[in-house]
């Protein structure tokens, strides 16, 4: 505390020179001794390059830590003082001073930046990878490419360094790396992705072709960030999600359309472009294609999919069923109720339940006892205990006592009981619920605080009953 106190003592100017060379003293604690010779440097002003050279030069590290920050103050005349001193430096202090001199003399100083690759530390490879983004050519493309592969902060600061190189020599060595070394596919994707490389695409897509998620799983990422909702890039991934295979695969390149058709305007009908793609498609392929519809939603989507929900073919009633449930938002909730209630296939039923449910709870501006009653109603035609949890859990996005009530009558439930707990510190979660109401509420949170099998649920039931 004492030395905190002439610190601030000395930056009003107060025995200032004195005070800084006593706190500056080796035997003062590291922060401290830090923040003295900083002062210090501070008092000679503009005559200060002399000292930053000598510190800088210093085997004191605190001195070469301090000095590194003002190494821009100095003259071209010191700063070549440095660099023919630079094999006896501190390895410590080399990065710095080649960077400095990289950003000043541009592609002179490739080969000491090369040295820096040579060094142990990561630093200096650090400061090399930097270096080379700012003055390096096409010669430097295959030494970022293989710091790459190192992983961390490394393989970041070659991905960037790459952005900055000619973009041309870039983009072609990194789309036959992309080929040629499948182990650096994501951070060079990383690369493609950041320079939205087009000439990627159809790269990435043969390899999302591919069945293993190792494979399709980073090529759909860089598809998701270079991809265009526009009639050049939609076809192609179309094309992929018919030949992709059914479960995992198929959804994730789903989820990659919709991904891509997000960036249209919020007005645009986000189906438009793959239905146009799906005219020329064989009536067999129906069942790859109907589910992204869903996903996209649309009045033109909706009506295909109605007409195929009483297809013939299973395959394509299946489909038109899982459709349905993909849609985005409460649109077709009647037609999900109807579903649930009427389908002679139980599996069918119990997907479209699990979709209304999910869609009536989302944000809406229907009142909060509508919602309520509309998940009560789900509940009571459930046959199955995942799906009464369903309910119970989403009921935690209707902010009212009512709903709090409701969902308190199932703490006793051995089934039901942890869905719950869960819904109720949610809605706990909110003040302006919980508080003017915690005469009935603080009593349903010590339940939960004894039922509840969950330590993260039971410390927020505490904190809540508490009124934090």
Request: one cysteine or more; glycine letters at 4%.
């Amino acid at each position: 505390m004492l030395a905190v106190a002439l610190l601030r003592y000395a930056a009003t100017g107060q025995l200032a020179e004195a005070i800084y060379a006593m706190l500056s003293q080796p035997s003062q604690p590291a922060a401290t001794r830090r923040a003295a010779l900083e002062g210090l440097l501070r008092l000679q002003g503009e005559d200060a390059e002399a000292t930053v050279l000598a510190w800088f030069s210093s085997e004191d590290m605190d001195r070469r830590r301090i000095a590194a920050g003002h190494l821009h103050r100095l003259t071209d005349e010191q700063l070549d003082k440095l660099l023919a001193r630079l094999a006896d430096l501190p390895n410590a202090a080399k990065p710095a001073v080649v960077e400095l001199s990289a950003a000043r003399r541009g592609a002179d100083m490739l080969p000491a930046v090369m040295s820096l690759f040579e060094a142990p530390s990561l630093d200096s490879k650090l400061a090399g990878i930097r270096c080379l983004g700012m003055i390096g050519d096409a010669s430097a493309i295959p030494v970022l490419i293989d710091m790459l592969a190192t992983g961390g902060e490394a393989t970041e600061a070659a991905q960037k360094a790459l952005v900055s190189l000619p973009r041309k020599e870039v983009t072609t060595a990194l789309l036959d790396t992309l080929q040629s070394r499948p182990a650096l596919r994501v951070p060079v994707i990383g690369v493609l992705v950041e320079l939205k490389c087009y000439d990627a695409i159809d790269p990435l897509v043969e390899i999302a072709a591919n069945a293993d998620p190792a494979e399709y799983g980073p090529a759909l990422n860089g598809l998701r960030g270079i991809a265009d909702p526009d009639k050049t890039d939609i076809p192609r991934l179309v094309k992929l999600l018919l030949r992709s295979t059914a479960g995992k695969h198929r959804d994730e390149v789903e989820k990659t359309i919709l991904i891509v058709c997000d960036k249209l305007p919020a007005e645009a009908d986000r189906s438009q472009l793959v239905l146009a793609c799906l005219a020329k498609v064989e009536r067999p392929e129906t069942p790859k294609y109907l589910p992204v519809l869903g996903r996209l939603g649309g009045s033109k989507a909706l009506a295909m999919i109605e007409a195929s929900l009483d297809d013939p073919n299973p395959a394509i009633q299946e489909a038109a069923v899982r459709a349905l449930c993909n849609w985005p938002n409460a649109k077709v909730a009647d037609k999900l109720l109807d579903l649930a209630r009427t389908s002679e296939n139980r599996e069918f039923r119990r997907w479209a339940l699990r979709s209304y449910i999910r869609v009536v709870s989302l944000k809406s501006e229907r009142p909060e006892a509508a919602t309520l009653a509309m998940l009560l109603g789900a509940f009571k035609l459930a046959d199955g205990v995942d799906e009464r949890r369903l309910a119970i859990e989403r009921a935690s996005t209707v902010r009212t006592m009512e709903a709090v009530t409701w969902i308190a009558d199932f703490l006793d439930d051995p089934e039901l009981s942890q869905a719950a707990c869960a819904a109720i510190v949610e809605l706990a979660h909110h003040r302006f619920l919980r508080h003017p109401n915690m005469e009935h509420f603080g009593p349903i949170l010590d339940k939960v605080g004894r039922v509840s099998k969950n330590p993260a649920v039971v410390e927020r039931a505490k904190r809540y009953r508490l009124g934090l």
